[in-house]
């Protein structure tokens, strides 16, 4: 097994082991567009938020390493029934966006939606948040720490920073993984990772979630995420969960405390109980980005 896993990795670029995307069936007809300067056409969806209850902002999610948008949603699309308008999308080469994943490809997908974000905002002055999962985590603080943005505020769930080291935790525990897990450290590469940027990020609300029985990432990177942020921030260590699980609706008591959190992050906005609309609606002419 261990020879396999080595024979994987050094096919190529050792970082796409970290990517096991699918394609979507059928074509969602609400997908969206965007351009990404990955040269590829990202696929996206807009969720709004219900009607009849206050709007309180809209959150984009960064999915992690496997699936794609319409099978991943379920960590961030319930947000909707609380008021918030929720975006998901594809890195290259999953669901329908077009190209071939890889650590570089969805580094610059990342920075494109970070500009998508940047343009909604103009049209809006709802709260902006962020979700990014697992491998997103490390995609989207790499992003952000190259392509800054303002948000008012973030939530890192079950991520690392570190390409090579999540390789060497995974390698570690197979068979005789001490025999082979220095490999990691030879093939795999951070050149995109946010293992040594996450400490220059501006200040900003954050919420890091982790999973104490994780066995997929050790609840220490997400330690170390926590530790490495600056600003107002709160970390969350939950039992009773598997990896990247803790937001989906088998946890309707975390995803109360995630509401919660929400609001209490831009008390102005709930302190002036605003009537604001939802964007979708609000906004009928999307940036030129989306198409």
Aim: glycine fraction near 6%.
């Amino acid at each position: 097994m261990g020879l396999i896993v080595i024979l994987f990795f050094t096919q190529g670029c050792a970082n796409t082991a970290f990517f096991a995307p699918s394609k979507a069936q059928n074509l969602n007809p609400d997908i969206r567009w965007i351009e990404s300067e990955s040269g590829n056409r990202i696929a996206h969806l807009w969720i709004p938020a219900e009607e009849g209850i206050q709007h309180r902002g809209f959150v984009v999610h960064f999915h992690g390493n496997s699936g794609h948008m319409e099978q991943t949603q379920e960590k961030v699309d319930w947000l909707a029934k609380h008021g918030y308008d929720v975006m998901v999308f594809d890195y290259s080469g999953f669901g329908h966006s077009t190209g071939s994943v890889g650590d570089k490809s969805a580094y610059l997908d990342a920075i494109s939606i970070l500009k998508h974000i940047e343009e909604l905002q103009t049209n809006t002055q709802l709260p902006t948040f962020t979700v990014a999962t697992s491998t997103g985590g490390n995609i989207f603080l790499r992003a952000l720490a190259d392509n800054p943005i303002d948000l008012d505020g973030i939530i890192i769930d079950s991520s690392f920073t570190s390409y090579v080291d999540e390789a060497k935790f995974v390698l570690d525990k197979g068979m005789f993984g001490e025999l082979y897990s220095w490999v990691a450290h030879i093939v795999m590469r951070d050149n995109y990772a946010a293992k040594e940027i996450v400490a220059t990020l501006p200040e900003m609300q954050s919420l890091v979630i982790h999973c104490e029985s994780d066995n997929i990432v050790p609840i220490a990177s997400g330690e170390e995420i926590f530790q490495q942020l600056s600003g107002n921030k709160d970390f969350w260590r939950l039992d009773s969960c598997n990896h990247a699980q803790a937001m989906t609706n088998a946890f309707p008591d975390n995803q109360k405390r995630i509401v919660n959190w929400l609001e209490q992050a831009t008390p102005l906005f709930e302190a002036a109980n605003s009537s604001t609309v939802s964007f979708q609606v609000a906004n009928t002419n999307l940036p030129n980005l989306s198409k």
